[in-house]
């Protein structure tokens, strides 16, 4: 299986009826490789997951808002390996979004098995 990465994603960074604001993106500053340091996105996992998070409730859906970096290195995005921020939470790996956090993603990344 082949891994294809987008050169740039537009839905991940449109508005959503469930978020907040993003900050803008414009596509020349959406690769993490270009510089960009007016970069702040704003930091946003709904509270939904957070209240099912698996490590505080029982049943919970939902990994820990702070997961564990050695969890994380065993894991893999569909698009490939997995790069971390300076928080140890995974980037999205097409690139910025104007939001960090899960939103209303309940997993940090796909278990690669």
Not at 6 to 13: C, L
Not at 36 to 62: L, Q, R
Not at 83 to 100: A, I
Request: hydrophobic fraction near 30%.
């Amino acid at each position: 299986m082949t891994n294809t990465i987008p050169k740039t994603h537009t839905k991940a960074r449109s508005a959503h009826p469930s978020y907040p604001s993003r900050f803008s993106v414009a596509d020349e500053f959406v690769s993490w490789k270009t510089n960009f340091p007016a970069y702040e996105p704003v930091n946003f996992t709904h509270p939904a997951v957070i209240a099912n998070d698996c490590t505080k409730k029982p049943n919970g859906w939902a990994d820990p808002e702070q997961p564990d970096r050695e969890d994380l290195l065993k894991r893999i995005s569909f698009c490939g390996n997995i790069e971390l921020d300076e928080f140890s939470k995974p980037r999205n790996p097409v690139g910025r979004t104007g939001m960090m956090g899960r939103g209303l993603l309940g997993k940090w990344l796909k278990v690669n098995k």
